[in-house]
């Protein structure tokens, strides 16, 4: 791993540089894809879907507690849901959570590649290792994660309307008022732009951290650790960024 | 054929390799032996490029490494086969997808071909049929060696690079695989390139042997030379133990005889 900072950006837009091509088989390519596409993405629906159920009805709940005033309609506890959904949860925090997830197995799996000598191996076949092993990683990731966002954003909605339908907290008839009130369809592809570049930023540099990991399992360790810690860091300025360029 | 010409290696200013030259041989098994820090894993690295010498050249037959570009140097890495240490099978893979796995990044064989093809690889490392679909996990560590041999011997190398074949084995699964190497390489007729401190490998296998310490080219030879050398260096590595002394010495004695 390059010590300075200076060192590692460098590194990484230069491991970018190789991973950025052409694949050598498209047929080998394309089989990693669909394998990434499964194991990235459908993988990562349950936990997508549990978590968003839960946080549509805390939200809703919380929204009715904190709204709970004559002056205020009667609607928008729907209405906060769905724009708390729309607009951070289901792009934000998700991919905060799944930083965890899909970072960590990313840096784990090409750190334990590196450790055990695979990449080499690939390197002395005359194989592009980044190439093969990242590209199909960060394509089948962005691809996946504008239909994550959308299950996300649904499930959410839907765990609000469960909160309607079986608690005294609200009426099913107010939330479903409030969750169609007023509605931009803009902030769905806001939503969606600031996931794809989030799900770039947890795939490319979680595979850097695994790509550079050296020593043992200690080091895969920390290089899973880092890669979820600085994901995270990033995805928050990112989002901040693009808040303000998008809004 | 591989020429070393008078390479220099430094790392932090550390002369890892100190103007080393060589000629390593078609047909033969090349053995490259020191001790712990003597340069071996370097000059190995160098040899199949993940090193880049800071002077001196590598010529594989007549090419030189210095002046290649990096697609220069990929298509050359897919004239090598390398046996690592560690195996270095992919995890992802079974048996015979690893074997498969250079011909579907690199050759137009059909599925059939390849499947063939892995096959009589395997076959001719002498593993059973019933390993093919068994991921690397699940088998001992000398039939993970020889998957590893298997697959870089598929596309028929020109060059086959082993770094240290015999660690973590025991005496016999290490002869085995000696003798596999050596087969190969007169079969094949390889330039084979074997890192070893294995004296038993070197002393069963050994046709071109470079004796490397502190980075510097100690001794060439092959292994009857040893047993008549006087030089020093390579005395005290060869014959550290008691039972390879009396091994020169009952050598010493038939020879005087």
Known sequence: ?247 | MIHVNDIVKQFDGNTVLDHISTELYDGKVNMIIGQSGSGKTVLMKSLIGLHRPDQGDILYDQRSFIAMNEKDIRNLRREMGMLFQGSALFDSLNVIDNVRFPMEMFSHMTEDEMETRARYCLQRVNLPEHVFRLMPGEISGGQQKRVAIARAIVLEPKYLFCDEPNSGLDPRTSLVIDQLIHELTQELGICTVVNSHDMNSIMEIGDNIIFLKNGKKEWQGNREDIFHTSNEALEDFVFASNLYKKVKQAHTKHFQA
């Open chain 1, 1 to 247: 791993m390059p010590h300075t900072i200076i060192e590692r950006i460098g590194a990484y837009f230069l491991l970018m540089g190789k991973v950025f091509r052409l694949p050598d088989r498209q047929r080998m390519f394309w089989r990693q894809y669909s394998f990434e596409l499964e194991k990235q993405g459908l993988q990562s629906l349950p936990i997508v879907v549990i978590i968003s159920l839960f946080i549509g009805a805390i939200l809703t709940i919380q929204a009715k507690i904190n709204t709970e005033n004559p002056l205020l309609p009667t609607y928008t506890t729907g209405l906060l849901t769905r724009e708390t959904l729309l607009l951070e949860f289901s792009s934000t925090i998700l991919c905060l959570i799944l930083a965890g997830k899909v970072g960590s197995n990313i840096a784990s799996e090409i750190g334990t590649m590196r450790i055990t000598e695979q990449i080499d191996a690939l390197e002395i076949m005359g194989v592009n290792s980044a190439n093969y092993l990242i590209l199909p990683k960060i394509l089948a990731f962005v691809t996946m994660m504008p239909l994550l966002v959308i299950i996300s954003i649904a499930v959410g909605l839907v765990g609000g309307w469960g909160v309607g339908a079986f608690t005294d907290v609200i009426t099913v008839a107010d939330y479903l008022v409030g969750i169609q009130y007023a509605f931009n369809p803009y902030f769905i592809w806001y939503g969606i732009i600031k996931a794809v570049v989030f799900a770039y930023i947890i795939t490319s540099l979680s595979s850097f951290y695994g790509y550079f990991a050296y020593g043992g399992a200690l080091e895969v360790g920390k290089a899973s650790t880092n890669a979820v810690v600085r994901s995270s860091i990033l995805i928050l300025f990112a989002d901040l960024l693009l808040t303000k360029l998008l809004l």
